[in-house]
């Protein structure tokens, strides 16, 4: 088992994943200083999710922010789960961005024309 | 010291929001964009506005954060030092830095800031997503995606200055203007 939760803090990112049931979920702020270290456990847990992973793997990013050293380490979250798509499990990743947030959504694009998985774009209302 | 009156006039009058000048730190960091939220929430401001500055802000103190971080910095006392301020002029956010620089790096930040002013929106996500694709990631994290980041998000040019201290410093500033 693999699984993972960290709760959200003003820099940090609700990072919750669940093998069991194939989903993770990053919602919140990205923005550490040091972007390396926080997510280093995320990807140790998706590669050990590798070894035998379900059917299907849905992923939610639901990020109000993210600065640039997050972008890489979110791309390592996204090539892990590419290796896991192509191998014995489904993956779908549902990018959510609030409307009128057209950057957000931008950077969504980016990743989707980068990583060859299949990304959803959710628009979801403003709080 | 009778000129604090002098002092604050000249920044009510250039409309400083915020001012900090010292060494950043991870905790500064984050009591900064704490009170730029809190401040841009009671102004008001749209939601798209508030995430572009908010963004831009971000990455601006972070780069101040990293480059005062540098090992090999010698710490002379000025050089940890770095200004900070964000001013609204006319509905328009400024955000400005200025921090020192070895002269030997100038040239290779010059280039790469100059890169950058060339491209157009649609060449800025290329290289953007170029870099995020292929670029080295340093131990901090950035890997040079910060600047094409900014420009991206603030829509225009950026707008920096080297001022040469002396043989082994100058002085560079940025001048980042949020479009509206």
């Keep these: ?127 | 010291m009778d000129n604090i009156h002098d002092f604050y006039n000249k920044m009510e009058k250039g409309n400083i929001m915020l001012s900090f000048k010292g060494e950043v730190t991870s905790d500064l960091l984050t009591s900064i964009l704490q009170i730029m939220e809190s401040k841009m929430e009671t102004l008001e401001e749209p939601p798209k506005i508030k995430k572009k500055v908010y963004n831009i802000l971000v990455e601006c103190l972070q780069n101040l954060y990293h480059h005062l971080d540098d090992d090999d910095f010698k710490t002379k006392i000025n050089e940890k030092s770095a200004l900070f301020m964000i001013r609204k002029v006319d509905g328009e956010y400024s955000i400005m830095t200025g921090n020192f620089i070895a002269n030997d790096n100038v040239d290779l930040m010059q280039g790469r800031l100059d890169r950058i002013n060339a491209m157009d929106r649609d060449e800025l996500k290329v290289y953007y997503k170029e870099v995020l694709n292929n670029g080295e990631m340093s131990a901090k994290g950035g890997g040079g995606l910060g600047m094409i980041d900014i420009a991206r998000k603030s829509g225009k040019k950026l707008d920096y200055n080297f001022n040469k201290i002396d043989d082994e410093y100058s002085f560079f500033s940025l001048n980042i203007k949020v479009a509206q």
């Design chain 1, 1 to 127: 088992m693999a699984d993972l939760k960290l709760e959200g803090s003003p820099k940090t990112p609700t990072i919750e994943f669940n093998s069991g049931n194939g989903y993770l979920l990053i919602r919140g702020r990205s923005i550490p200083e040091n972007s390396i270290e926080f997510y280093k456990s995320l990807i140790e847990a998706l590669e050990a999710y590798n070894d035998s992973p379900q059917a299907n793997t849905k992923v939610d990013i639901q990020l109000e922010y993210f600065n640039t050293s997050s972008s890489k380490c979110i791309l390592d979250v996204f090539k892990k789960l590419e290796v896991i798509n192509s191998g014995n499990s489904e993956v779908i990743i549902n990018w959510h961005y609030e409307e009128d947030d057209e950057d957000m959504l931008e950077a969504g694009e980016d990743y989707q024309a980068i990583i060859n998985i299949p990304f959803k774009m959710i628009e979801v209302e403003e709080e």
